[in-house]
């Protein structure tokens, strides 16, 4: 059974940093590339960061450019998001989520384009 299970999240205070983790398990990590969203209170999910199945490409929402790092260990099954700088507009529950793809230099931003999702943690950022 495909499974993504997110984990990192908690109560920072402004200007901190977080380091989210997506294990995988059921199925091999190489062939697939991962994003990760997140959905504030009242607001719609949207895309924060997408790698590539190699590895090699990665993209950002202009929110979190320069903030935030996505990287992959595919040997560990485990994707990480790296949040630094954090502002309170970056609270909300963040989700990874995996799509199975042969291209392996790119990835895409965008929900439409992953089939599996993990369950969600909560990052808070407030003084």
């Known amino acids: 059974q495909l499974q993504l299970v997110e984990s990192g999240g908690g109560l920072v205070q402004p200007g901190g940093s977080l380091r989210l983790s997506c294990v995988a398990s059921?199925?091999?990590?190489?062939?697939?590339?991962i994003g990760w969203f997140r959905q504030a209170p009242g607001k719609e999910r949207e895309g924060v960061s997408c790698?590539?199945?190699?590895?090699?490409?990665?993209n950002y929402a202009d929110s979190v450019n320069g903030r935030f790092t996505i990287s992959r260990d595919n040997a560990k099954k485990t994707v990480y998001l790296q949040m630094n700088s954090l502002k309170p507009e970056d609270t909300a529950v963040y989700y990874c989520?995996?799509?199975?793809?042969?291209?392996?230099?790119?990835?895409?931003?965008?929900?439409?384009?992953?089939?599996?999702w993990g369950q969600g943690t909560q990052v808070t950022v407030s003084s």
């Open positions: 989520a995996a799509t199975a793809t042969t291209v392996q230099t790119m990835c895409v931003n965008e929900e439409y384009a992953y089939n599996y």
């Open positions: 059921g199925f091999t990590l190489d062939y697939y590339a």
């Open positions: 790698i590539s199945r190699s590895g090699g490409s990665t």
